[in-house]
């Protein structure tokens, strides 16, 4: 078995796998559990993941998470969780909530595992030095929020597929001129592809979004994890 051949053995193995994780219900994932399901059973996964019950409440968690010490909430709407809230513990001043908003735009912009924001979207989000993040918020009563949305499992089958298209271009020569053509052909279905599955808006189920709160102490981050799926939309008026 060639090289080149190896090679499209190990991108399909690869696919399957990606599949295979992926296979669970799509929705909104906090550290990889799935938001849903009841609150004992979030509870225990959770503590699985090494965070306690709080001393003053057992149906809040405590721990650490993307570096911060932080209290979990989990919200139910008839009995299924739709809401994972992760507060911060800690409370800075202006200049420091400012930076550590900021830096979690430019960390969801990084991460694979969230689609692509337009440049003016996030541009938006992003406070400037110069703003008076205390004023703006008690005069003009201002919501300093960024959002953002985990891809769906197509979405992220479609990315791998692509990354493993880029790998192959490396071995360009070895592989001959039908096979360049394949690949082509693959990298434009791919594409077609990833816009109708833009288009179809599936990801806006699976929301993650962050904002900076305020309290006696100062400023503080609340990020919230939505499954959009669960949400009470009225059905029961």
Partial sequence: MNKVIKFFVLVFMQF???????????VTQFLG???DG?????????????FVSSTSDKDVLVGEFNGEEVNIYIVTDNNKVWRIMVCDISSRDEQQIRIRFNKLIQQFQNNKSYVDLPESIISKYIISENEKISYEMTVHNKQYTASFYQKTKELYSIDIEQDNLD???LLNDTID???RMLLFHKRASLISMRISEIGNDEYLNKNVWFRIGRDSRGFFIAMYYDNEYNR???EDL
């Avoid at 399957?16 to 799509?26: E, F, I, N, R």
């Avoid at 009841?38 to 090494?50: A, D, N, Q, T, V």
């Fill in 167 to 169: 790998k192959l271009e």
């Fill in 16 to 26: 399957l796998l990606s599949v295979s994780l992926y296979a669970q219900k799509d």
């Fill in 38 to 50: 009841s609150k004992p059973e979030m509870i225990k996964k959770l503590k699985e993941k090494g």
């Fill in 33 to 35: 559990i799935p938001v």
């Fill in 232 to 234: 009470a939309k009225g």
């Fill in 177 to 179: 001129l039908e096979q």
